[in-house]
């Protein structure tokens, strides 16, 4: 139990050091108990609300132990007496003497709040029936002893007070870098609430954000006590009073006898930006039930502002970005990122030696839709060609407004075929659709799509070989009558056979 | 290595393992061991905070938890995975209604090894229940028959205080540990067979929670015992009834029944084992304690010494022939039911201790209600469907 002092927060009278609050407690109810030969000594805290005292630690039969009892002093005894004049009082019964010993003193608050932490309670020692009781010279000597355990558990409870509050000095220096430095929504988010479970150290923490769209409530992410962030985005809740206590929250409607109750353990921050609610953060200890220190709560609102500054700069910082990345008409990546994703892409096939594919796609007679109905109608298409072909990629594909009215798709893990059947059900859905053109004779606009591709590694070994070959796919379907789909190793294979054949001017150039 | 042990309102428990471990010390002298003794509250406290911060709030290595607490701490990742390395884990050398709650969810790996049991029943006085009951087998076979012949005997003693009934390790307020027996009596219990809802309201469970309620509003248990400062525990010679889960010494005078409310045997046992934390400095020579105190000799030692049942099978069966009540104790054995040992469970048993409590304090005020016990555990139950929602 002895510690060096560098660990050490509390000195006992002889100068030995001790590990925290409890080892402290013991060591002096050891050291009463063998100082007065008692056959039990006990520590009590006494709690003026209730009246109670609450046992915390007991020496017996030369074991120390923790144990939970609540007593009710009756009102007139010894303890009682003790109690109202914090004098010594001793007793004596069919049970035994009892010897008990009050004290009580506040001391300030080292964050330099001004109220005071009160400390109120007593020592109980006690001697069995066959032995002799306490007399008033004993009884003195050993209230003076225990006063003079006291003192050091003052220091105890402040120094264990002060490192809470250097805690919160840390919390509140580091959690502000966090929250300031956090950009990014994807990352912003975890380092949020990885930092405020870093710090306070809640069972759970959980982030909500407004879909103002959908009249939504919608899960982020939820931090769990051991560190482990996951996802919640299958959390929807409707933003309509009644529909859910969040929802009621957020509205800012009453909370109800319900979450009174669980108030200690649970704190519901709505998070607003310039007056504006955007999301919700709730932490709680549900699982432990242990009540998060008022200092806590009093120092996460304070953070409240900074948190939802964090997150709504995280969710700017991403439309921004989703701005210069994706195409605003068609909602496809534009060519700079594909050019990174290709990269990426590229060097992870030739790595693991997989099939990569890759669509060029060119909307037949784009630049005559144009010219002839303007460019509502030629948005209208391309809008529509977009939508087409992000409701049949997988989630690995990578499309791309690659310029005008070409769309390049790349296919991890994808051979020929495979690809080829893609370009299908793509020319297929877009072949029925009927673009509705109000001002024209036949009302509505059909278009198709020209389709060439290649693939690694049997087309080209290098990016830009493999988007040469799919744009010369390309080529030969549009001078072959468009409205095709056509794979760069048949198109050198028909070329072969044309020069072959004695040459044919329109097969593609090697 | 060191060692938590959950405390006990009986002194002898804790000495009962300082002689353990002075054995254990005689016979392994290079192993350096210390143990404390914690609270239930404590222990638990101090498990979250190793979770919350473990450089500050290390774990013992060895730590005594309730059975029920298994699965939690197991799934939180404080617990380390023990069916490997305890022998009588490998071989299931335990009885099968221990095994069924040790490995609920996951039958390859055990986190804990159960230690000791203790099983819920009433103790009288002949003497003092001569007049007042003609058949205690018969009569005190049910709740109602035993709270009959609890109205009609006084306490033997005069002195202020004194009550008919006495509960040893209940102290202060109503407990989960209270009226969680009668709850089960009632063929009750906090969640549904399925663990999908709790059902804190369901008139089995609420019915049991009352009946031990009325008890104490009615005076025949008292709350806070406000002379226990200076008049310690009740001795037994001055109650006709204790409510015990600890064999009581055959020089007390008292008989055994099984607990009222169980007509056909059974009832709720409470399984304590020994986890070893997952961040023990040599998880080795942590298990190889465990391993030793379920040696046959050590644990037949340790729980006599407290009047407990052993939980190795061997062990514990040898004890149930030699007991000297052995007929009442093969009916309570004969369908032995334990606490769920689900993730969520110890905290639904918080939840109920929070709504007992603030029930003890309005019956200790004189101003309860039967409506303030429906509130509660609407309330409760609210809270521990919202954490099976959660967890």
Known sequence: MRKNVKDAYAAAPGGAFYEGRDAFLRAALESVAGQFALDG??????????????????????????????????????????????????????????LFSPFRFDYCDPAGGRGVIPCFGLFRLERGPRRRGFSPAEAAKADAHLKSFLRDYYKAEFFSLNRKYDKNVAAITELTEVFATALRVRDSFRHILAGIQTYFGFDRVRLYLIDEKNRKLKGELSADIRGQIKSISYEEIPLEAGAHRFADIVLGRSSGAFMERYKDCVLYMPLSVQGVTIGLLIVDNLLSQQRIEPQELAMLKSFGGQIALAVDNARLFDKV?????????????????????????????????QPLALIWADVDYFKEVNDTYGHQIGDKVLKEAGRVILSNLRKIDFPCRYGGDEIIILLPQATGEEARRLAQRLSQELAELRIPVPFSKARELRVTLSIGISTFPQDAATMDGLLEKADDALYWVKSHGRARIALYS??????????TAGGIKDAPAS | MKIWLLSDYDHRKHLAFKSLLARFSAAFPDVPVEFSVKSRKSLWESLFAHLRDSKRNPLADVIEIPQNWTELFSRLGLIAELGARVEALGHKRFPEFILKELCRNDEKRVFSAPWWLEAPALFYRPQALKSAVADPERDLATWEGFRAALDRVGPPSRRRGAHALSVPGSSGSVSVADVLPRVWGRRGGLFSDDFNRATF???????????????????????????????????????????????????????????????SGGGLMLVYNLSVSASAQDPEAAAAFVSWALENRN?????ESFGVFPCLKPVFEERLREER???????????????????????????????????SMKISRRD?????????????QGEADYLLSLY
């Open chain 2, 201 to 263: 309201t369901r008139e089995e469970t609420a019915g049991g929670i009352e009946d031990w309620l009325e008890l104490a509003v009615s005076g025949k248990i008292e709350l806070f015992s406000p002379d226990r400062f200076e008049n310690g525990p009740r001795p037994p010679e001055e109650c006709a009834f204790i409510m015990s889960s600890r064999k009581l010494g055959g020089r007390s005078g008292l008989k055994m029944l099984p607990y009222p409310g169980y007509p």
């Open chain 2, 368 to 380: 309860y209600d039967r409506e303030d016990l429906t509130r509660e555990l609407i309330m409760a």
């Open chain 1, 490 to 499: 048949e198109v050198a294979e028909e070329r072969k056979k044309a020069e």
């Open chain 2, 325 to 359: 009540e052995s007929g009442v104790y093969k009916r309570l054995f004969s369908a032995p039911e334990l606490k769920p040992n689900i993730m969520v469970y110890p905290t639904a048993e918080l939840l109920l201790e929070r709504a007992l409590w603030n029930l």
């Open chain 1, 41 to 98: 000594a006990s520590f009590y805290e006494f709690e003026e609300k209730s009246g109670l005292l609450r046992l915390r630690h007991r020496h017996a039969c030369g074991v120390s132990f923790e144990h939970e009892e609540d007593l009710k002093p009756a009102p007139g005894s010894a303890v009682a007496r003790a109690l109202e004049a914090l004098e010594p009082a001793v007793s004596k019964s069919a049970a035994g003497s009892f």
């Open chain 2, 299 to 303: 644990l037949s030692i340790f729980t």
């Open chain 1, 321 to 353: 970005e989703e701005l210069s990345l994706y195409d605003e008409l068609t909602k496809l990546p534009l060519r700079r990122y594909f050019n990174q994703r290709f990269q990426e892409e590229f060097y992870r096939a030739e790595r693991f030696k």
